[in-house]
């Protein structure tokens, strides 16, 4: 069974960082990708940072360039979201996803694409 639990959220003051921790199992990541998303009141859930593991590489795509960094460790099956620079406007409830189809034949992190989710952490950011 897929499990992903998340942790690290909280509040934080505007321009500060954060790192999300996504603790994942029952699954290994090669031929998987692990994605970050989020969900503001009142809004679509919208992509923020997603990796793939094949072959024994690793690639990603990080929508919030230079303010948002994803990365993992397989070994511990732990994929990270650095939060730089943070702006109020990132205030949400982040998502981390697994699935098969992640970055396998799109550039870009679509919410359909990841079967397992787990169930979120608040972050918010005050001016």
């Known amino acids: 069974e897929v499990k992903l639990v998340e942790s690290g ?59 948002f960094t994803i990365s993992g460790d397989n070994a511990k099956s732990t994929v990270y979201l650095q939060m730089k620079y943070v702006r109020p406007e990132d205030t949400a409830v982040y998502y981390c996803a697994a699935g098969q189809r992640g970055l396998e034949s799109n550039h870009a992190c679509y919410p359909w694409e990841y079967n397992d989710w787990g169930q979120g952490t608040q972050v918010t950011v005050s001016s």
């Open 9 to 67: 959220g909280g509040l934080v003051q505007a321009g500060g960082s954060l790192t999300l921790s996504c603790s994942a199992s029952g699954f290994t990541f090669d031929d998987y990708a692990i994605a970050w998303f989020r969900q503001a009141p009142g809004k679509e859930r919208e992509g923020v940072s997603c990796m793939r593991w094949s072959g024994g590489r690793s690639y990603s795509l990080d929508y919030m360039k230079g303010r």
